[in-house]
């Protein structure tokens, strides 16, 4: 599934793509005698990549995926089963099963004066679950229990891959419980 979600990033890897690019900025301020045109396009690449992993490491992967739960049929009817009703409780065991979110960051490169064109990159989150019990109450997303999952994170740009991201399984054998009540499931009437 596509999300509409754009990300602006600040610096951009290195990439085949991207070589000659990098070269001609660095001949047009080499011709002024900047000190920019000796970057050293390895490490910017370096730091977009770590960049990355540290946005991920933000990132809480339970919740993510419970985001991800909230948008099937079967969760949403349950939250429109128990909505209003702060005690109301269902319960839904879920089997293995994997699902991704695709986003399409946007990177922007301003060496000033220069800029470049938009790049288009792919960043594909997935998430892997072996088993849950999915706990509806009020309307929301309240707990996952008994769950063992993991995740990872893809950044492409066309159709080469760039860096991959696995997150260590997580076993879940106490209920975790969601902040403020749980996670808000979009119904319909």
């Known amino acids: 599934m596509d999300s509409p979600a754009s990300v602006t990033l600040e610096e951009l890897p290195d990439s085949e793509t991207l070589e000659k690019e990098a070269q001609a900025i ?18 910017t690449q370096k730091t977009v990549l770590n ?6 490491g933000k990132i809480d992967p339970i919740e993510w995926i419970g985001k991800g739960w909230g948008t099937a ?12 009703k702060p005690d109301a409780e ?26 470049l064109p938009p790049l288009t990159f ?9 088993s849950a019990v999915l706990i509806i109450r009020g309307g929301r997303l309240a707990a996952i229990e008994a769950a063992k999952m993991s ?6 740009y066309d159709k080469r891959e760039l860096k991959k991201i696995e997150l260590d399984p997580v076993p879940l054998c106490r209920p975790y419980e969601f902040a403020n009540g749980g996670l808000v499931i979009a119904t319909s009437p």
């Open 51 to 56: 960049g990355l992993k540290d946005c991920l």
């Open 26 to 43: 660095q001949d047009k301020l080499a011709e002024g005698g900047s000190r920019i045109a000796r970057v050293h396009w390895g490490l």
């Open 151 to 156: 995740a990872s994170a893809t950044l492409s």
């Open 73 to 84: 049929i079967e969760v949403q009817e349950l939250a429109r089963q128990t909505a209003g």
């Open 122 to 130: 792919t960043l594909t989150f997935e998430a892997k679950v072996d």
């Open 90 to 115: 269902k319960e839904l065991p879920l089997a293995k099963h994997k699902f991704p979110v695709v986003l399409h960051p946007i990177v922007t490169i301003h060496c000033d004066p220069i800029m």
